[in-house]
């Protein structure tokens, strides 16, 4: 491979190294291949041990990134719980289409050929964070999101829950949405044409008693609009559907 000139990199570690460092990649890659003049890469590295009086920072892996010559590079540090984290260094601008365990820490970058994005995270997704989302992602076609929290589960907090929406959230190309597991919350979020706006969506992956709770059973009027092109419903309870579902998502 010493006579490589170019190479893509797409890694997603488990239980391996706590972060991936420039030293490791000027050591393991670049060294070995003299004529490589571009080098893209994201490289994500999910950890379930983590001493948890140490952080790490982005700034500390960027520092171990000096050296590398090649793109700009950016790095994201997530922790769920006390041990684990996810650390993800990439090259910019990011030239894949998938990325996965993306949470409420999103860069202040463009990815604008990611296409297939999975959201994940503890802590709650507000709707500064869909307005951030489809700032990051705006070619967004494929969507899914696993959370089980509503973003204003304290007691204290739920006089926001309709505040909490300031204006549309514009989802343009999205086909395909997978809002299976997640809470309630999150289909009202997505479904609810006040709040986001699907004009191409045609795959839904969703709760069915959680769509029937949402849509009123398939009578709402502001859950229709996003409802009107859907051809493929997909629901984890095996069943035959009633008339009503086929009246509401009249493109199946």
């Not at 571009?38 to 892996?61: C, E, Q």
């Not at 699907?198 to 008693?209: A, F, G, I, Q, S």
């Not at 709770?213 to 996003?226: D, G, K, L, Q, S």
Request: one cysteine or more.
């Amino acid at each position: 491979m010493s006579h490589l000139k170019e190479l893509n990199l797409y890694i997603y570690i488990l239980g391996g190294p706590t972060f991936i460092a420039g030293t490791q990649l000027d050591n393991a890659i670049l060294i070995h291949m003299p004529r490589l003049h571009t080098f893209t890469f994201y490289i994500a590295s999910k950890h379930g041990s983590v001493d948890p009086d140490v952080r790490i920072s982005n700034v500390d892996i960027l520092s171990t990134c000096k050296n590398i010559q090649y793109r700009q590079v950016a790095c994201m540090v997530d922790y769920f719980f006390c041990k684990r984290m996810i650390c993800r260094v990439f090259s910019l601008p990011v030239k894949f289409h998938r990325l996965e365990d993306i949470g409420n820490n999103i860069p202040n970058i463009v990815f604008a050929t990611v296409t297939h994005l999975k959201l994940w995270d503890k802590d709650p997704f507000k709707y500064e964070f869909f307005i951030r989302l489809t700032q990051a992602f705006p070619f967004l076609k494929d969507l899914s999101i696993k959370i089980i929290q509503p973003p204003f589960w304290k007691s204290r907090e739920r006089h926001l829950y309709e505040k909490d929406w300031c204006s549309i959230v514009q989802y343009p190309y999205l086909v395909s949405l997978n809002i299976t597991c997640t809470h309630i919350h999150y289909v009202e979020h997505f479904l609810n044409d006040t709040k986001t706006h699907l004009p191409r969506l045609t795959e839904l992956k969703v709760n069915y008693v959680n769509l029937e709770i949402v849509t009123n059973n398939f009578t709402r009027a502001e859950t229709r609009r996003n409802c009107a092109k859907i051809k493929q419903f997909i629901s984890e309870q095996s069943m035959i559907y009633p008339k009503d579902v086929y009246d509401y998502f009249l493109s199946l």
